[in-house]
């Protein structure tokens, strides 16, 4: 766990790029970073940073390595490498535990290099290299990729082919600092700067197989075959960083990059993806994106303990308030109060992006505490206790930027929502269609004897073959077809039709909502039922056993009942019932439609 | 002096053997502390450290004197017991003031020593000031550039060229 500590923003290059520009004149004092450094180990990071600026041309580097090694941290540098190009220098890092070293080189050459960073730098850049392969080190090559180089980007893969340690990174330069200022004259179209990044990573791989690389801030989309090669400050393993004059630690966070919703909200890479730098969708739109949609998503990810959390019986304070709230990521950490214990718990998933952490977090408090030893929870109500926001975050000031407390609620919140399912089951009447229906028989005890007493014909679509023969075997009552949505006929027509958790399950939402209404006799009922993607809570054990586990994504979407709603409103439908989920519910939605009575021509 | 009745878990005494064992908790007790209070019976007894369990250490004490009755082999682990625990608080004492007794005692000693000399000073080890950087690479962009005086003849811009940024670099600059 890496903290990343900024020192100052002076710097030996001056990039056309450069993130600080309007601040290279500012340098942190060493008081300021050696106090950070004893925050950073206070915090539990377990490596120390620095950044700048250029961080090498502080004359307290060593000193400040040797503080880092002395709390028993590792010691790391985001770096120009110039300075690296002495070996007494990285000698004297070694002994300070120097475990990780991410250098800026941006071509393969003198020229083009030296073009980017505005001085004679290169051979000191590329020197340290050799100064710094083969030690061991974590070693990382971050190449910006802009219209100066983009050009030349197999030169640098084969500079770097003799130093087999080496990951390289491509990152598309992003519009701040000096990439703002020279928008025009630096920035590349996305698409193409992404094309000759992916021919880049294939022109190496053919040289050498066991050459590293990497990529950051290209759209997962426009890295077809590279996706897993993603790589930015979260899979560094980076948790917080400090600017020069903030008073402590901040998470790391994508704010400066969207993924735009006309292009994203279905893709199945959002989860990963970084999206679009902001300054770039500002200039260039999201055209160039190639949403990848029909793939399988998560529906739940893992919230994993990592600490206890100390408490006094003789101080009230909220044990975020005494810790300090400002490092905590307001979605990935997540603090659990359980009587007098506290335990912090943190989200590493790449399948949901930071937003929709947030969203389920905070906007929808779907987070569960897994009490079973199964690796995926099949029966809600009995594994899984319902988390909420403490009552104590009431009135907080700090509230809406606080990552919170939370706590067990007492509801039972998945038998009390589903109770109003059962009720609607019980109450059918006449030819029933349950598309989806499942080898699980959870609602077996309501439907059985309706059709034992021919309350019901119960018609059971099952597109998995394993669960259709389960199906057979088990419950002859069931009229089953071994069908998906989208091969059923509409021919024959039925009173009610059930997507009972299943409606995530159809590839395209608006097509099976159109086969779903055609399949209802006019003025029959659509019952529509869900689940919204939700946090689990869990200890290391129980993560490390789900994610070694057999469960696979079943799901294209994660949609709430808001997806419904305008396209069953653009099909005249007529709404009976609503239960979105709520802040104090489970994660099951519900809705039920009227078809229109005058028969429409089938989808 | 009654004697100590400790749990089978903990101790136990070999009559044959002439000797008498502990069982110390690792978590508990600091490795030196044990070594500081094995220390002070080496006059009187053999004594081994071993390694029971990963939990434990194991302390065996064979009086030098010979055979001795279960009693009095019971009475040199309760002494060793207490010496332990003595051992292991000044360890921790040690440990929590090792901070300011080190700056106090350095602060005592150089001001004893008085200034160094200027031989003394040419061994001095300055390198957790600073590094040595005999190519000026640690110095700022604008340090390097801007202060330099632009050169009036044409040579001196020749030799300088390498030091500065080109033109085409300049166009860029915002």
């Not at chain 1, 990071?45 to 709390?71: C, F, K, N, Q």
């Not at chain 1, 021919?199 to 590293?212: E, H, N, V």
């Not at chain 1, 993603?230 to 948790?239: E, G, K, N, P």
Request: proline fraction near 6%.
């Amino acid at each position: 766990m890496k903290a990343l500590i900024k020192v100052g923003y002076g710097c030996n290059d001056h990039c056309t790029f450069c993130h600080t520009l309007e601040v290279r004149h500012i340098d942190g004092t060493a008081a300021e970073v050696s106090r950070k450094i004893a925050r950073a180990r206070a915090l539990g990071h377990t490596m120390v940073v620095l950044s700048g600026g250029e961080p090498t041309i502080r004359p307290e580097l060593v000193r400040w390595a040797g503080e880092v090694a002395a709390l028993g941290m590792d010691f790391g540098l985001v770096t120009n490498g110039r300075l690296l190009s002495y070996p007494d220098v990285v000698a004297q890092l070694l002994a300070r535990r120097l475990r990780y070293v991410y250098l800026s080189l941006h071509g393969g050459s003198a020229t083009i290099h030296n073009r980017l960073v505005r001085t004679d730098a290169f051979a000191q850049s590329y020197g340290a290299l050799a100064e710094l392969s083969g030690r061991g080190l974590d070693l990382k090559v971050n190449c910006v990729v802009t219209l100066q180089n983009v050009d030349h980007l197999r030169e640098l893969v084969d500079a770097l082919r003799p130093y087999p340690d080496v990951t390289l990174k491509f990152s598309m330069v992003e519009p701040k600092g000096g990439g703002k200022a020279l928008f025009a004259s630096l920035m590349p179209r996305v698409a193409d700067a992404a094309a000759k990044v992916v021919d880049a990573i294939d022109y190496g791989l053919a040289q050498a197989p066991a050459q590293r690389f990497a990529h950051g801030g290209f759209p997962l989309c426009l890295m077809p075959g590279h996706e897993a090669r993603y790589a930015d400050l979260r899979t560094d393993q980076y948790w917080s960083m400090t600017e020069i004059g903030e008073p402590d630690f901040f998470p790391v966070d994508d704010r400066n990059k969207l993924q735009p919703d006309e292009k994203c909200r279905d893709c199945a890479l959002r989860g990963g993806c970084p999206g679009l730098y902001r300054g770039y969708h500002e200039a260039f739109g999201a055209a160039e994106l190639r949403p990848r949609t029909g793939g399988l998503r998560a529906n739940s990810f893992n919230y994993t303990f990592e600490a206890k959390v100390r408490t006094s019986p003789d101080d009230a304070r909220c044990p975020i308030e005494r810790v300090g709230p400002a490092p905590w990521d307001r979605g990935r950490h997540l603090f659990v109060a359980n009587g007098p214990h506290v335990a912090r718990f943190r989200a590493d998933t790449r399948d949901f992006s930071d937003e929709e952490i947030v969203a389920i977090k905070h906007d929808r408090e779907q987070l569960y505490l897994d009490v079973s030893d199964k690796p995926a929870p099949d029966d809600f109500a009995t594994d899984l206790v319902k988390l909420m926001r403490s009552p104590r975050c009431a009135g907080c000031t700090a509230h809406d930027g606080c990552t919170g407390l939370y706590g067990p609620a007492a509801d039972e919140v998945f038998e009390r929502d589903d109770a109003l399912v059962r009720d609607w089951l019980g109450a059918l009447r006449g030819d029933v269609l349950d598309v989806g229906c499942g080898a699980g028989g959870r609602y077996d005890a309501i439907l059985a004897p309706l059709v034992a007493r021919g309350a019901i014909r119960y018609v059971g679509v099952e597109p998995d073959l394993g669960h259709a023969e389960v199906i057979a075997r088990t419950r002859p009552w069931i009229e089953l077809r071994r069908s998906t949505l989208e091969e059923l006929g509409t021919v024959e027509r039925f009173d009610h039709v059930l997507a009972l958790r299943s409606w995530n399950h159809f590839a395209d939402r608006q097509d099976a909502l159109g086969k779903l209404v055609a399949l209802c006799r006019p003025g029959g009922v659509l019952t529509i039922v869900d689940n919204v993607a939700f946090g689990l809570v869990r200890t290391r054990a129980q993560s490390a056993r789900a994610e070694a586990g057999p469960a696979r994504f079943e799901h294209y979407r994660n949609d709430d009942v808001d997806a419904v709603l305008p396209l069953a409103a653009a099909m005249g439908l007529e709404r009976l019932a609503l239960h979105p989920v709520t802040r104090t519910s489970s994660n099951q939605w519900a809705v039920r439609y009227r078809t229109p009575r005058v028969a429409s021509a089938s989808a | 002096m009654s004697t100590p009745a400790f749990p089978e878990s903990l101790a136990g005494a070999d009559v044959v053997a002439g000797s008498v064992h502990l069982l110390v908790q690792r978590e508990l007790y600091p490795l030196d502390a044990i070594f500081a209070a094995a220390f002070t019976f080496i006059n009187d007894c053999w004594v081994v450290i071993d390694v029971a369990d990963e939990a434990r250490h194991k302390v065996v004490l064979t009086p030098k004197a010979g055979a001795q009755d279960a009693e009095t082999l019971q009475r040199w682990i309760g002494g060793f017991a207490n010496e332990l625990l003595s051992c292991a608080y000044r360890h921790r004492l040690a440990k929590d003031n090792r901070v300011t007794v080190e700056a106090v005692t350095l602060q005592a000693l150089a001001g004893a020593m008085g200034p160094p000399t200027l031989d003394e000073l040419e061994d001095f080890d300055f390198s957790n000031e600073a590094f040595e950087d005999p190519l000026g690479i640690a110095q700022s962009w604008e340090e390097k550039y801007a202060k330099k005086p632009k050169p009036e003849a044409k040579d001196d811009a020749k030799d300088d060229a390498k030091d500065e940024p080109t033109s085409e670099k300049d166009e860029d600059a915002p």
